[in-house]
């Protein structure tokens, strides 16, 4: 008889028998991949979750005891386990789940974080909170506060930021290490690296510091020790010189005791008895402060086509064949327009590198890392220290291009603005992922950029409408840089194609109309308004059409064009307020014009999950809403 279908809440997982837990991991693994195959997903992260998963559910009583997830795509199976399996049919889709904790879905989520390195941080909080209700009142919600975070999600600074912090306040939290050596490639960093001499003996020493009647006795010495008369703090100096010079040879135990956070591993996390184990053991000694628990797990494990997955293990993928595995992946669309325009220049112009921060996949640059591999740096999920480097590399004469999604160049904006822009410095950030990006919900649409960045002093911000273009503009923005720093954003999906390219940051118009009505359309958006001018012009309306190209600064011509018309919409897939639509809409007026005007864009709220063109439709973004809007405007 099944397992899973009988299990609604943790409380029932509790109640199961040990020897029944390898066959119901096994059942987790097998509805996972079914589930991701029908909807596309993130798979391999959670494959090599599920005993972990398990075990944190079965020690710990959630939610009483707060489980928060670092980047929660490893999150599916504390979803199956919290009573949500049957809402894995509409996985990422409308009205369905989130592929993300979710604290509308479930009161065993607390955070619905999709970025990375923050978990230490709202622990380092929660644990702060519960301490004080434990000295206002006397008890708390809250019991033991468990962070769960990834080997890739501590080469991220804020990470280390509150583990600071956490050993420092001494706070009562247990942090589980999830360690599969990757983010969404291999993971940069020496931190977790554990050799096969060393491995062997951090084991040895982890069983014995796990052992409770260790951890009594230890106690015990330590305050024999201190009492001993006229030697005492010499005598227990002596022995914290002694076991600090083991912790120094068994990284990383010594990188972890040296912040004030006591360390527990590596611990196999694939054997559910022994994370079982673990995690009791790390209950016992909470008391004393802060404590890691390192666990080692497999990304993509038990589905064959994940393990043999060299680049990412398929952390994640599109609807698959379950049988047959997913189609091999590679760049497509705008991100491989840029990966051949980048290693063409870079032939030509040896100064240029190329940075980004843990996505050489899905930004495009495995192959410019594979031709000019000393010319290519990853710095892990550190975007802050990415564009810094970047700004240090241009002051040293390179000409660095920073390649992120759109979303996570928000986490590195004081850099951005203060170590790039205020420097003039020639840096391109190539912006992927820009716009509405849709399954991924609100933490991944990349709508803030424009508002943003061209607002900033001599930042110019480039938006193409087809890959042909993306190419110009990129070969361009070598040139341009010689001023300062250049934006090119461009969004995923299929991509527009194009014999007919821009130059610089000149506007490029496309149809020129009889003086009723313009339509300057930005990026993506160029797409939706050509048919929308086609459905016009078939209904006796024949409007002019711009592709603004350059957002920031906006072409003088295009603007004056624009204002000798009747009525002028502009369309943007990032946020209305703020953005360039009204900009432009600004300086036209400035320019004399006076006729009906609108600007088309997103609006300033979190956007769920949904497939891009849906939203984008919802929002009036699409062609029938282009039209729809021109009519309004000319009636």
């Not at 040879?249 to 006591?262: D, K, Y």
């Not at 393990?307 to 994640?316: F, G, M, S, V, Y």
């Not at 950030?429 to 607002?455: E, N, Q």
């Not at 527009?496 to 930005?522: C, F, K, N, W, Y």
């Amino acid at each position: 008889m099944a397992l899973l279908p009988r299990i609604h809440d943790p409380a029932d997982l509790r109640a199961l028998p040990a020897e029944q837990l390898d066959d119901l991991a096994a059942e987790i693994r097998e509805f996972i991949v079914n589930a991701v195959s029908n909807t596309g997903g993130h798979l391999g992260s959670n494959l090599g979750a599920v005993e972990l998963s398990i075990a944190l559910h079965r020690v710990f009583e959630s939610p009483q005891d707060p489980i928060l997830w670092d980047t929660g795509h490893q999150a599916y199976v504390h979803k199956i386990l919290t009573g949500r399996q049957e809402g894995f049919s509409r996985l990422r889709q409308t009205e369905g789940i989130s592929g993300y904790p979710s604290r509308e879905e479930s009161r065993h989520d607390f955070i619905e974080n999709s970025h990375a390195s923050t978990v230490l941080s709202y622990a380092h909080g929660l644990a702060v909170a519960r301490d004080r209700d434990m000295e206002t009142r006397g008890t708390s919600d809250h019991r033991h506060i468990v962070a769960v975070i990834g080997d890739g999600s501590m080469t991220g600074g804020m990470a280390y930021e509150a583990l600071n912090n956490l050993g420092h306040g001494n706070q009562r939290v247990i942090i589980v290490l999830n360690d599969n050596g990757r983010s969404y490639a291999p993971t940069i960093s020496n931190l977790t690296t554990v050799g096969k001499a060393t491995k062997k003996l951090s084991r040895g020493l982890t069983n014995i510091r796990m052992n409770p009647v260790y951890v009594r006795r230890q106690r015990r010495i330590e305050a024999f020790l201190r009492g001993l008369p006229l030697v005492g703090r010499e005598a227990e100096q002596a022995a914290e010189a002694f076991k600090a010079a083991v912790r120094e040879f068994l990284q990383p135990p010594a990188f972890f005791e040296a912040l004030g956070v006591r360390y527990i591993g590596p611990v196999d996390g694939h054997d559910i008895e022994e994370l079982e184990h673990a995690f009791r053991s790390g209950i016992s000694r909470s008391d004393s402060g802060p404590i890691v628990i390192h666990v080692l797990t497999q990304k993509g494990r038990g589905y064959s086509f994940a393990e043999d997955d060299d680049e990412k293990h398929l952390h994640d993928t599109p609807t698959f064949n379950p049988a047959t595995g997913p189609t091999g992946s590679g760049p497509t669309g705008y991100t491989q327009g840029f990966s051949e325009a980048l290693i063409k220049a870079a032939e030509h112009d040896e100064r240029i590198v190329a940075i980004t921060a843990a996505m050489p996949g899905p930004t495009g640059l495995l192959d410019f890392q594979e031709r000019f591999p000393t010319r290519f740096l990853d710095t892990g999920i550190a975007e802050q220290h990415a564009v810094t480097t970047a700004a240090g590399m241009a002051l040293g004469g390179l000409r660095p291009v920073v390649a992120l999604y759109s979303t996570f160049l928000n986490r590195a904006w004081d850099q951005v603005v203060y170590d790039v822009a205020l420097h003039r410095l020639p840096v391109i950030f190539c912006l992927d992922r820009a716009g509405i990006t849709g399954d991924d919900g609100p933490s991944h649409h990349g709508v803030y950029d424009m508002a943003l960045l061209s607002k900033v002093p001599g930042m110019r911000v480039l938006a193409p409408s087809s890959v042909e273009d993306l190419q110009q503009m990129l070969h361009d923005a070598f040139a341009l840089a010689d001023d300062g720093p250049v934006v090119i954003r461009y969004p995923k999906g299929v991509a527009r194609h194009s014999p007919v390219v821009g130059t610089g940051l000149h506007a490029l118009r496309l149809a020129e109309g009889d003086g009723s009505v313009a339509i300057l359309a930005v990026g993506k958006m160029v797409g939706a308004a050509e048919k929308a001018v086609a459905d016009l012009a078939a209904a006796g309306v024949k409007a002019t059409l711009w592709d603004v190209r350059s957002c920031a600064p906006l072409d003088a011509a295009m603007i004056a064009d624009a204002a000798r018309h009747r009525a002028v919409l502009t369309v943007e897939d990032g946020f209305r307020e703020g953005g360039i639509g009204l900009s432009a809409l600004d300086a036209m007026r400035h320019a004399g014009f006076t006729g009906a005007a609108e600007a088309l864009g997103v609006p300033t709220r979190f956007i769920p999950h949904n497939k891009p063109d849906a939203i984008l439709a919802s929002f009036g973004l699409d062609a029938a809403g282009i039209v729809s809007s021109v009519r309004s405007l000319l009636a």
